[in-house]
């Protein structure tokens, strides 16, 4: 069974349970992934968290029901997970602009989210380089900050976390501890997801003379990687998110690696001639029937 077919029975198995508790770990078993992985990765393909993507489905059918139906609006809450008609008709006011009995009216105007299904897409791209690396045990020192992983957020939150770091002289107390230059690189590590946060340490290698004052330290275990470059580009013009988004939405669907659900990394390096190079590490493992 092939990446898109893995994917559309789960997307099956979601349409099939709307009206139930949607048991998140089965969804991820038919993916044949885990469960943190099959979330991102849904996030990275769709730009939508699976957990929007269910909360809008259900208030489509709502939406359906009501108008067609002439079902009671306290049924259809219960039916589709909510707790009270008062909740319910909050979410659907904020999905659909009108309140719940307002969906009878004629006239009134409705929004559908439609169903998803995944399905192979031929288009111009760019190569994706890649290389496959197993790196010893080692620690980082920085400090951290707890992110939220829901959809755009992280990339917010990341950069006024830097900005701060920048701003108020962490960042230049951390280049000092590691015995780097004014304008040295330091690197990044994503850690600790539950699916919900995770934690973000700026850092950079633990010095051999121990943590220093005022930080805390991070160790790593040994760990396989997939590493993938921006390639070399001035200064302020790596594009990041835009990798990130492309190792998620169009590396792992079809690879034949798993997420590790490790640390991972963004190394920054100063190549020269104000060129500089951004790598993210992965850590993973290798498919089974691969």
Known sequence: MDWLDRMNNAMEYVESHLSEAIDYDHVARLACCSTYHFQRMFSFITNVPLAEYIRRRRLTL?????????????????????????????????????MPMSARDKGVSLKAYPRLSFHISIQGDVEMNYKIEDKPAFEMFGVSTLVNADSENPYIEIHDFWGTCISDGTVRRIRAAAGLGEHGQIH???????????????????????????????????????????????????????????????????????????????????????????????????????
């Open 62 to 98: 709502a939406a359906f029901e009501l108008q067609n139906a002439g079902v009671k609006v306290i049924d259809t809450a219960l039916k589709y997970g909510y707790e009270s008609p008062e909740a319910f008709s909050r979410a659907f006011k904020k999905m659909h602009g009108v």
């Open 188 to 290: 990044a590590v994503l850690y600790n997801h539950n699916g919900e946060h995770f934690s973000y340490m700026i850092g950079y290698f633990l010095p051999q003379n121990g943590l220093p004052p005022g930080f805390e330290k991070l160790q790593i275990p040994p760990q396989t990687y997939a590493i993938f470059s921006t390639g070399l580009n001035p200064a302020g013009q790596n594009d990041i998110h835009a990798l990130w988004k492309r190792i998620w939405g169009k590396w792992f669907p079809t690879c034949d690696y798993h997420f590790a659900n490790g640390p991972e990394f963004e190394m920054t390096y100063d190549r020269g001639n104000d060129m500089y190079e951004m790598e993210v590490w992965i850590p993973v493992v290798k498919k089974a029937d691969s």
